[in-house]
Each structure stands twice: as structure tokens, then as C-alpha cells.
């Protein structure tokens, strides 16, 4: 598969207000010579520490300094343009100010409202004295950033413009491009495929109040989900109940019962290249609804009678002709040999199954520890982490299968 040439990358740089300004001009330099197109945000009290002249002249073309025109005939949402314009934002240097707003979704400029309205990959290089890199507060807002599937570049060690020595020097601006460019890669890597993903559990109901369920909350889905759409990918999300809301740049479509995601699956699975079925899809179902509501006074006692419900993935294992195929099982015990019989009996190129009873993997924890095995029978076991990093893992796998396989199942 083909990467995006450079000069069709679009690069939206927003410097804010620190020493480390300075760095930005040598950036723009080093991007420009890379064949990127760069436009150039700055905060009002990154003006203070360089001119917008000089990046203007650098980035061959007009610096942006607010959110409203003054010299244009009509007033264009400059935020909304600008964010569609770009292929990746960078914040470089990014204050601990400029961090802390986005985190808590504050924009009150043009550079945090742009960065909201921004569906694509963020990267931040932080510059700060090391007091203020080592705070807590500091800290907490990264880790939640980071969660959110923003992205960092480590701070370096040195002389800092205080005086002191230590942590929060900017990284060097080649460092930062060698960063931008391993992101770029990564961002396209999976353009131009389209990616199907279930999540979350389905219910399952026994009268009009109640239902079977399970504990899944959609978190590894939609981490799936968010991955996919950062590499390119053209992603559809389908997903059961979940307090989670609805990622950026997905089309996201919401059902209930198994029945109504298998529907909503068959409707899309043909013209998709890779599903990946991540959801809890109960196993069985009541055999009968009860209408309206079952009242205790009128019952002593209540026999439910279940049936099995219906298999999507084994379906779409039965179907498949193009597509890659990742399911996923959830395990108390037997782990290997009950993920190596579902690899096998539903046609699966790829199986993820991690223990639920773990208090730190599974069902409604940030984190997973896993073992993978592909269709050939190679495993891994990762060791815990989040579920982001993990979604990394598999569709770094489904990238190596399309550069060296194209279409094809191998992986």
C-alpha cells in the first residue's frame, strides 16, 4: 500500500506563548523541506516571543493569530476551515497552560477552539521549567490526553531559560520531525480500508423492562474504533448498550439486541475489509418475551426458559471472501484452548482472549492483558496495557498483513 506522498500532507502547527517559540521557525524549515504544506496558528503570547512575520515568511503563507478575519470580504469559521484543512495538527511548544485547557475541553481562542474541532491526530511537544513538568496536575492532564489518543513528544534534559538544569527543554526540532513523520506513516497506513467493528454488549429481553445482559461496556470497541479512524481507516462502529459517547469522525450505529447487530453487520460486512467483533453478543436469549411487565405479586416463582441465540461471527466466518477477521473471547479459565476452538470453528484469522476475572483486564477496565493467536497458530502474550495501546497492537498486525499481502488472509 502507498503512503501519502509528503506534499500532500497538510500540517497545522500551533505555537504557544514560551521561550521555545523560537524553535517553531526552524521546524517550519525543517517541514517545509520535507515537502509538507504548513500553515502556522499562534497564540497571543507566542506573538510575544516571535514575530508572526517570520513564520509567515517561512511557511509561505499568512500566520493565523485569531479566531475572526478583518481584512476578508465575509467572515469564515476560521477554527471549522482549518480544521478540515489539516491532515495533523502540532502544538510545538505547548505550554502547560495551552495542555491543561485542552484537557478540561476549554477554547477560548483560535488555537484550542481549532484543536476541538480537529478529528484527526494531535501531537503535543511541551516545554516548560522542570517544576512545572513534574506537577501533578501537569501530570494527571497528560495521562488523560493520553487516553484520549493525543499524542507527546518527550521534553529533553538541559539548560533551561530560568537558569536551572533539567527536564522540559522542547525536543529538538529534528527530533520532532522524525516523531511527525513516524505519525504520518502510522496515520495513513490503513487509508482507504474500511473497517467494521462491533462493541459493547447486546440485551437481551425477557418483558418490556427487563433483559439479559452482560458487563461489557464497549471500552476495547470503541478503542478499536478510535485506532482505526487514526490510521485512515474508514471505520463503521456498531454497538450495544454503553455509556460511552460516540468517537470522533466514526459512524457510529447504535442497536440492542443480537439480532439487530447481526442486521446491521450483514449490511456492511461484504464491502468491508476487516472485522473486527469485539462485542459480548449473549450466547442465549429467552425463548419467550413476557408482554408488558412481570409482576412479582403474581408470581412465586418464574422458570425463564433460554434458547441459544444466534452466531454473527461464525456467520461472517462462513462468508467471508476478502475480509481479515479478529474476534475476540472473553475467558475465566481454559483460556488457550477455548480461544484456539473459536479461532478454528468460526473461521477466525485472528483471535484476542483475555481473562475477565482479572480485576485489571476485561470488561470495564481501562487496561487488557491478552494472548493473541493467529490463524497459523503463532501466539503472543502481551503483557497489560491499555486498550488503546492494545488496538495499536492488532491493527499494527492487519497492517503488516495488507503491505505484504494485500487483500489476502494470511497474517
Not at 503512503?3 to 517550519?28: D, F, H, P, Q, R
Not at 475572526?68 to 495533523?88: K, M, N
Not at 463503521?236 to 460511552?244: D, E, K, M, Y
Request: one cysteine or more; aromatic letters at 8%; glycine letters at 6%.
Amino acid at each position: 500500500m502507498k503512503e501519502k506522498k509528503n506534499k500532500e500532507i497538510k500540517i497545522l502547527l500551533g505555537v504557544t506563548g514560551g521561550i521555545a517559540a523560537y524553535k517553531s521557525a526552524e521546524l517550519i524549515r525543517l517541514f517545509k523541506k520535507e515537502g509538507f504544506k504548513v500553515k502556522v496558528m499562534m497564540t497571543k503570547n507566542a506573538t510575544r516571543f516571535i514575530t508572526p512575520l517570520t513564520l509567515a515568511v517561512l511557511s509561505e503563507d499568512k500566520v493565523f493569530t485569531s479566531l475572526f478575519s478583518q481584512d476578508e470580504e465575509y467572515e469564515e469559521i476560521r477554527h471549522i476551515s482549518l480544521a478540515h484543512w489539516a491532515d495533523l495538527i502540532i502544538i510545538a511548544p505547548a505550554t502547560a497552560n495551552l495542555i491543561a485547557k485542552i484537557a478540561h475541553g476549554l477554547a477560548d481562542d483560535l488555537l484550542t477552539s481549532t484543536v476541538l474541532a480537529f478529528t484527526g491526530n494531535i501531537i503535543f511537544a511541551p516545554a516548560m521549567n522542570s517544576a512545572m513538568i513534574n506537577n501533578s496536575i501537569y501530570k494527571d492532564n497528560v495521562k488523560y490526553l493520553l487516553e484520549k489518543g493525543y499524542h507527546f513528544i518527550d521534553t529533553e534534559k538541559g539548560n533551561l531559560a530560568c537558569g536551572d538544569y533539567g527536564d522540559g527543554r522542547m525536543a529538538d526540532p529534528v527530533n520532532i520531525l522524525n516523531s511527525v513523520k513516524e505519525r504520518i506513516k502510522k496515520n495513513f497506513s490503513l487509508k482507504g480500508k474500511k473497517v467494521l467493528i462491533t462493541a459493547s454488549a447486546t440485551r437481551e429481553p425477557i418483558d418490556e423492562i427487563r433483559f439479559i445482559s452482560n458487563r461489557s461496556t464497549g471500552k476495547m470497541g470503541f478503542s478499536l474504533a478510535e485506532a482505526a479512524r487514526d490510521r485512515g481507516a474508514m471505520v463503521t462502529l456498531i454497538t450495544g448498550s454503553t455509556c460511552l459517547h460516540d468517537p470522533w469522525g466514526i459512524k457510529t450505529i447504535h442497536v440492542n439486541t443480537a439480532r439487530e447487530m447481526r442486521e446491521q453487520v450483514m449490511t456492511y460486512f461484504n464491502d468491508t475489509d476487516v472485522f473486527i467483533s469485539s462485542a459480548a453478543v449473549s450466547d442465549f436469549k429467552p425463548a419467550h418475551q413476557f408482554a408488558g411487565k412481570i409482576k412479582k405479586k403474581e408470581q412465586h416463582s418464574l422458570n425463564l426458559e433460554l434458547e441459544r441465540n444466534i452466531d454473527i461471527l461464525k456467520e461472517t466466518g462462513e462468508k467471508k471472501t476478502k475480509q481479515i477477521l479478529i474476534g475476540f473471547a472473553a475467558e475465566v479459565k481454559n483460556l488457550k484452548e477455548n480461544a484456539l476452538d473459536k479461532l478454528k470453528s468460526k473461521n477466525l484469522d485472528y483471535i484476542v482472549a483475555n481473562d475477565v476475572s482479572r480485576e485489571d483486564s476485561g470488561f470495564a477496565s481501562d487496561t487488557n492483558k491478552v494472548l493473541v493467536i493467529d490463524r497459523k497458530g503463532r501466539e503472543t502474550d502481551l503483557p497489560l496495557m491499555s486498550k488503546y495501546e492494545l488496538a495499536g497492537y492488532i491493527l499494527d498486525n492487519v497492517q503488516h498483513n495488507f503491505e505484504n499481502h494485500g487483500n489476502g488472509i494470511v497474517l
